[in-house]
């Protein structure tokens, strides 16, 4: 099987982004806003704006969260660095369905041994359990 044939990714949704970016323009506006001689007020309202700005902007720069191909997997390392992970080192590829760890659904897990890889629907842009599907079908059988 060629490479191409099974190479596919999954990214952020380009709605996602805009909407973080919009969200601090409203938090920074809030802030100053309703300031009313309090300096507190603004300064949260800067606060949450830059780390909604900077998630947002990770977005744009990183969009791509996951991406397959014939050799493997590749995940994000760090905030805009990449991660190949090959197929003989990926143990468990399964969708989480308990809440508690930050996702308010389902999560696409992908245990490689020495790290474990999460991606809720946002990350991704799709169903975790399609995605989940759409890996266990190219990845090649063990042995």
Not at 68 to 93: F, N, Q
């Amino acid at each position: 099987m060629a490479s191409e044939s099974i190479a596919r990714q999954w990214r952020v949704s380009p709605t996602l982004p805009v909407l973080k970016l919009v969200a601090a323009a409203v938090l920074l506006a809030l802030g100053l806003l309703l300031a009313d001689g309090d300096l507190l007020r603004p300064v949260l309202g800067g606060l949450a704006a830059a780390a909604l700005v900077t998630w947002g902007v990770r977005d744009l720069v990183a969009p791509v969260r996951l991406a397959m191909d014939a050799d493997g997997i590749t995940v994000p390392k760090g905030w805009t660095g990449r991660r190949h992970l090959p197929w003989s080192v990926v143990e468990t590829i399964r969708v989480d369905r308990r809440s508690g760890r930050g996702f308010g659904g389902p999560a696409l897990e992908i245990d490689a041994g020495a790290s474990l890889h999460l991606f809720s629907q946002l990350d991704l842009g799709a169903d975790p359990t399609e995605v989940a599907e759409a890996l266990l079908a190219a990845r090649p059988p063990a042995g």
